[in-house]
C-alpha cells in the first residue's frame, strides 16, 4: 500500500485547511485509513480514522468539533478538514492504513505515508 498525503501549508490561526491523502497498491476489506500527527518535540499523536467499507470515525476527544474525516471510494483518498486552527495544531500530518479496522493508537497502523507539514501562525 502507497500512500501520498496532500495539503499542507502555512495558514492563520482561526483558518480552515483540508488535508488529503491517496491510496494505491494493495486493498483491504476492513481497513481503516487514519490520520496522526506530530509536533516538534512530541509524539505522534492520533487525530482522526474512517472505516472504509463502514464509514465509522474516530477522533482523538481534544479535536472533536474542529476537524471532519471523510472518504471518497472512487478515489480511494480520505480527507481530513480543519477548521477554527490554531497555533498547536502546527506539525507533520501522516496518513496511515490499518489492517485492524477503525484503532486510534499508532502501532495499529500498518502503512505510513510520508506526511506534510501544516504550519499556524498565530
Known amino acids: 500500500v502507497q500512500l501520498q498525503a496532500y495539503g499542507g501549508g502555512l495558514v492563520q490561526a482561526g483558518s480552515s485547511l483540508g488535508l488529503s491523502c491517496a491510496a494505491s497498491?494493495?486493498?483491504?476489506?476492513?481497513?481503516?485509513m487514519g490520520w496522526f500527527r506530530q509536533a516538534p518535540g512530541k509524539e505522534r499523536e492520533f487525530v482522526a480514522a474512517?472505516?472504509?467499507?463502514?464509514?465509522?470515525?474516530a477522533f482523538a476527544d481534544s479535536l472533536k468539533g474542529r476537524f471532519t474525516i471523510s472518504r471518497n471510494d472512487a478515489k480511494n483518498t480520505v480527507y481530513l478538514q480543519m477548521n477554527s486552527l490554531k497555533a498547536e495544531d502546527t506539525a507533520v500530518y501522516y496518513c496511515?492504513?490499518?489492517?485492524?479496522?477503525?484503532?486510534?493508537?499508532?502501532?495499529?497502523?500498518?502503512?505510513w505515508g510520508r506526511g506534510t507539514l501544516v504550519t499556524v501562525s498565530s
Open positions: 474512517i472505516h472504509w467499507s463502514r464509514g465509522s470515525t
Open positions: 497498491g494493495r486493498t483491504f476489506s476492513s481497513y481503516a
Open positions: 496511515a492504513v490499518s489492517t485492524s479496522g477503525l484503532v486510534t493508537y499508532r502501532s495499529g497502523y500498518d502503512y
